[in-house]
């Protein structure tokens, strides 16, 4: 059998790995999903004692393992079962230590170091301690959110791996909840649960998505986690940016559990600030409604022995029911004009509707009094106003965990989970001039299997294994079969109906997972070794026709004009052509938009804890990483740009990444510790979906549009005054292409159920056949593209201070590499570009003219826009970050971070966009060499977020007062809370209204070359650069107030109330930024007019800037109040 080149540098890379082994060679101390305790056995005079015998007890579960101590009297017991142990330490010639109420949490090493006493002195002595408060052999930036946070700070929506957002070095990375690490998109970390990869690859997130359900693992289940923002060990890769390490609860030789229930309704919360306002201001009913009407979440967990000290189980039930209707609202209907008004356009009567100074006749030819009804009542009753919106979600979560000798541990855990939300493809609460057809059922099913072992093979070396089978489900039913039909924008129009583009999605994705980690490690004198394989093995199986519905749009005119266009399609009349535009994909190939193929995430590591002196650990380390993807299979060759983005995946055999740390206690309660990590992030799945399938080969789109219109109405002379002044010419004069389909009529059988004509009395449309594919856009990346890494270096000051606490100080910078933007390479940057011809930007200072190149021809016109991933943008991330923690003691937990960073980059794509090709485009999509062209995007990053402040608290009343009576009134209380205080993202300056562009095929602004995924198109640099400006910050406090009341010995009945955003403060968490209005040239408006000759058209101040656009978000938003109820056992 003959190797491909990535097994072969795969097994020459392990075999190496073996071979240091085999020598006794070092290895890291973080590990995923367990701890470690280590240390150092002397005498009293300091000398080394080899050979002293060690226990470590679970004493949880009562579980042992023994230990010797080497020839430098160290010992080291790795892959431990984060919980509570017992250390004791001595023996034989020497008198016995026996370090009690220690505790390990996930990826720790807990030094227990001892001085033994002579045998003559004491047989034994008696230590009673804490854990040590800090981790003197920890040389990573990370912070580990324990069990007693998670349990009892409020968490709005009570997803756990929000809890990220309490720790330092992070920022939200758009409004969605994605979190950004040390100025790297969201899309690059991973999460770990129980030493298992919990990432879905194909979009890059979390299981569960921070748009999709509401969480997977439910809070209940999850004893801690780490989150590692640099530094950390070799084991931990696939993350360009950070690492969230948790696990899971199991059980022990005690029964524990509670039942649980959280309660929301709308009479205790805020209405949303925007919302209201809004609402106030149309006198709309619908924006003055709470949006969630009701919200339960409830469930049970419990744990404890099946059989005592040997077998364990722990099982979480959680369900979710929300009841949040989704409600659908046309900007038509406003304090002048009405939807229902529109029916005097061709009712025949004497009523005319009156906008903006143009009065319109009341018939439209062809159109009966009574059709013109019916196509308004269907718009108000059929499409706007308030729809059923009921989430379900259910989750069964066992665990096993068996002892099955003194030395090894299985455990076994299966997450079932089943999440169902109709209407819920669209998360919005409300949605402006679209309508319920346009939006579907959400279903997501989550299986995981996950198991460990952890094996002592001798005293001074251990191996542990991770599994996983795992599938990843998620589908989108459609309320409605194509076409679309969008009567105006989404600003200013009725509404929109009809198949939305994304839908039906059958399997987006359908992923599979296995995964097999071996990971072994050793005590070789002063050195600890780790080495280790993990296969991760993902088959993606996709089913998605994007754009399949078949799209009209009408647009072009008023809304009156664009209606009476419309319902001309409708009802197909007057030549049944009044659109302003269509677009839809096809797939000739698989019909549906598949793709099925396995991504294969392969690496090795081996690292290398050295302990110089008992206050000296360096770590040294190194992992390799390679992701292979197969190659596409049918690349386009109808051009050569098209062929160079579509015909290679680019397959990385360079991720090799050293890691060096280092830990250094000068005295005791100080901690010095830094390193230095080469770390390389995993492409989406996405990316490559649309390289294979989006390519103008499996997926074709056709589309159109009039060619110089004649305008959708024109003006009556001599109109008598209260008149008609305009008058309906039907589009007669516009002109199309000879193949363009009728209106409402799709070229192709969309995806979903048939085409419908839902205007009762309209035609069922039938397909048009036999017409031809428009000039194609496709996606790809270039033949370079490569996995973004970066360069991530930090250092550290941490002091144990008085009450328990610590204070750390950090440094931490990163330059990241090879991040990703995606740009059209069908532009000629060469021939065809005009430089001579003007933009005109009007200010208080007077009227500037400003030169652009604007791009006119494309380097093959066999294909349309060519969207292709380029590697070449790079960031740099500078942050100070300070830490007060507490752990718990005295009945109190503290925790305060602050973080000063600065992020710049050249324009990556961040994770609102950065899946599918999305980008924050450049204005010049050229590599021109150092702040040119491309380069010249340089500027603050959109993830730049210079100052960050979360604290929390825990408190418990433990009073010691004597009355009985008394003590039980005041104790037994519990106030918590956690506060954020965080500046503003950057704000880039865009221009409300479209420029055309030469090229077409999505291409605008104002060079003509910029294609985007978001809307509009930035401002000329010298208007303003990119994000120059900066957007409100955020004060949010969340607090917690409950009482326990013990009913019998181990238990009790827990009631209490939490209330996000208790202060209801008004956040603005997105405002408008449209900076400029476009004015084409030589078209009169009002108040100036653009009328220079030769120029590209007028900018002009828009007042509308940094208006609030947004007050809510998946994190933060008005004040809500929720109650709990809790039966502790």
């Known amino acids: 059998m003959k190797l491909s080149p990535a097994s072969n540098g795969f097994l020459t890379c392990a075999a190496a790995v073996l071979l240091v082994a085999s020598f006794g060679y070092p290895i890291a101390a973080q590990t995923a999903a367990v701890g470690n305790i280590a240390g150092t056995v002397t005498d009293t005079s300091g000398a080394a004692v080899p050979g002293a015998a060690v226990v470590v007890t679970n004493t949880d579960t009562s579980v042992s393992r023994t230990l010797a101590t080497g020839s430098d009297g160290s010992y080291s017991a790795t892959f431990l079962q984060p919980g509570h142990y017992e250390v004791l330490l001595g023996g034989g010639g020497f008198g016995k230590i026996d370090r009690q109420n220690l505790t390990v949490t996930v990826g720790q090493v807990l030094t227990v170091d001892a001085a033994l006493p002579t045998a003559s002195v004491s047989t034994e002595v008696q230590v009673s301690t804490e854990s040590p408060i800090i981790d003197t052999d920890k040389n990573q930036i990370s912070q580990t959110i324990d069990q007693h946070l998670i349990s009892n700070l409020p968490v709005n929506g009570r997803r756990w791996d929000n809890f990220v957002l309490s720790t330092p070095n992070v920022a939200p990375d758009g409004n969605t909840g994605l979190i950004s690490y040390r100025g790297v998109s969201g899309l690059y970390n991973t999460n770990l649960v129980d030493g298992a990869n919990n990432q879905q690859a194909f979009f890059s997130e979390a299981r569960g998505r921070s748009i999709g359900a509401p969480y997977v693992y439910p809070l209940e289940s999850i004893q801690e986690f780490q989150s590692s923002v640099s530094g950390y060990s070799a084991e931990l890769g696939q993350a360009a940016g950070g690492i969230v390490n948790a696990i899971t609860k199991s059980g022990t030789n005690q029964f524990h559990g509670d039942v649980f229930e959280y309660y929301r309704t709308p009479g205790w919360n805020a209405l949303d600030p925007l919302n209201k306002y809004n609402g106030n201001l149309t006198r709309n009913p619908f924006l003055l409604n709470q949006p969630v009407k009701t919200q339960n979440q409830f469930g049970v967990s419990i744990g404890g022995p099946i059989l005592k000290d040997k077998l364990f189980f722990h099982f979480t039930y959680d369900g979710y029911r929300k009841v949040n209707p989704i409600t659908y609202l046309s900007t038509y209907n406003a304090a ?238 007057n030549g049944g052509r009044h659109y302003s535009s269509f677009s839809q994909t096809t797939d000739p190939i698989t019909g549906i938009g598949a793709d099925d193929f396995w991504n294969k995430n392969l690496d090795i590591f081996v690292e290398d804890d050295w302990k110089v002196t008992p206050k000296l650990l360096l770590s040294l380390g190194a992992r390799y990483d390679v992701q292979l993807v197969p190659q596409p299979d049918r690349p386009n060759t109808t051009s050569t740009p098209a062929f160079n983005a579509t015909s290679v995946i680019n397959t990385n055999y360079h991720m090799a990444a050293p890691r060096i740390g280092f830990a250094w206690s000068p005295h005791e309660g100080t901690v010095v510790r830094g390193g230095y990590g080469l770390f390389f992030g995993l492409t989406s799945n996405s990316t490559w979906y649309t390289l294979r399938r989006e390519n103008g080969v499996y997926q074709q789109q056709f589309s159109t549009r009039t060619y110089s219109p004649s305008g959708t109405y024109s003006a009556i002379t001599g109109a008598p005054t209260g008149g008609p002044n305009r008058k309906f010419s039907g589009n007669s004069g516009a002109v199309y292409d000879s193949f363009a389909p009728q209106g409402g009529i799709p070229a192709f059988t969309p995806p979903g159920p048939a085409p419908i004509n839902q205007v009762t009395g309209a035609p069922t449309p039938a397909l048009n056949p036999g017409l031809p594919a428009s000039t194609l856009n496709i996606r790809g990346a270039a033949p370079n593209f490569l996995n973004p890494f970066t360069h991530s270096y930090d250092l550290a000051v941490e002091q144990q201070l008085p009450l328990h606490s610590t204070l750390s100080i950090g440094y931490v910078g990163t330059r990241g590499m090879r991040l990703p933007i995606f740009v059209d390479t069908n532009v000629d940057p060469v021939n065809g570009v005009i430089s001579n011809r003007p933009y005109y930007s009007s200010s208080a200072s007077g009227i500037t003219p400003i030169i652009v190149p604007i791009y006119t021809k494309r380097l093959s016109t066999a294909t349309g826009s060519i969207l292709t991933g380029q590697s070449d943008v790079n960031s740099w991330y500078h942050s100070m970050a300070v830490s007060v923690r507490k752990p718990l003691s005295y009945g109190v937990e503290v925790l305060a971070n602050y973080t000063w960073a600065k992020t710049m980059d050249g324009g990556q794509s961040g994770a609102p966009n950065g899946t599918f090709n999305g980008t924050d485009a450049p204005l010049i999509p050229f590599a021109e060499g150092h702040r040119q062209g491309r380069g010249a995007e340089y500027a603050r990053s ?152 030769g120029s590209s058209g007028c900018f002009t101040p828009n007042p509308s800037f940094g208006a609030p656009t947004s007050t809510s978000n998946i994190l933060y938003g008005p004040r809500q109040v929720q109650l709990l109820g809790r039966f502790v056992f």
Not at 462 to 482: I, K, Y
Not at 1023 to 1051: C, K, Q, W, Y
Request: net charge negative; with cysteine.
């Open 336 to 573: 002048t004009t009405s939807v229902a008004n529109l029916a005097h356009l061709c009712d025949g009567g004497t009523t005319y509707v009156s906008d903006a100074g143009n009065i319109y006749p009341t018939t439209i030819t062809g159109v009966s009094p009574t059709q013109c009804s019916q196509a308004v009542d269907f718009i108000q009753t059929k499409l706007l106003g308030s729809f059923a919106r009921n989430t379900t979600q259910d989750i069964y979560f066992p665990r096993l965990d068996y002892q099955l000798n003194s030395k090894t541990h299985l455990s076994a855990s299966f997450l079932f989970e089943n999440f169902k939300q109709p209407n819920g493809y669209n998360t919005s609460t409300t949605v402006n001039n679209g309508s319920v057809t346009q939006n579907g059922g959400v279903n997501f099913h989550q299986r995981y299997v996950v198991a460990n072992a952890e094996t002592a093979l001798t005293t001074n070396s251990a191996n542990v294994v991770h599994f996983q089978w795992s599938r990843d489900l998620e589908t989108a039913s459609t309320n409605s079969g194509g076409p679309a039909m969008n009567i105006g924008s989404s600003t200013v129009g009725v509404a929109a109906y009809g198949e939305t583009s994304a839908l039906p999605r059958g399997a987006f994705p359908d992923e599979h997972r296995i995964q097999i980690t071996d990971i072994y490690s050793t005590i070789f004198g002063k050195h600890s070794v780790k080495l280790g394989v993990d296969v991760n093995l993902i088959h993606e199986q996709i089913a998605n026709l994007f754009g399949g519905d078949g799209s009209f749009t009408y647009s072009t005119g008023t809304v009156e004009a664009e209606f009476a266009n419309w319902i001309q399609d409708v009802y197909q009349v």
């Open 942 to 1093: 959109d993830i730049d977020q210079r100052g960050r402040f979360v604290g929390s608290i825990v408190a418990t009343s433990k009073l010691p007062i004597a009355n009985r009576y008394a003590a039980y009134a005041a104790n037994g209380w519990q106030l918590s809370g956690s506060y954020t205080a965080q500046t503003g993202f950057p704000v880039t300056g865009f221009i409300n209204g479209t420029i055309s562009s030469a090229l077409g095929g999505g291409d605008g602004g104002v060079t003509g070359a910029v294609l985007t995924s978001g809307t509009g198109t930035r401002v000329p640099d010298q208007i303003a650069r990119r994000n120059s400006f900066t957007g409100p910050g955020v004060h949010n406090l969340d607090s917690r107030i409950s009482r326990s009341f013990p009913v019998h010995e181990g238990m009790a009945i827990e009631v209490a109330a939490e209330a996000f955003n208790v202060l209801n403060h008004r956040n603005i968490l997105s405002v408008n930024n449209s900076l400029v209005n476009y004015t084409a040239a030589s078209t009169p408006t009002s108040p100036t007019s653009c009328n220079f000759p």
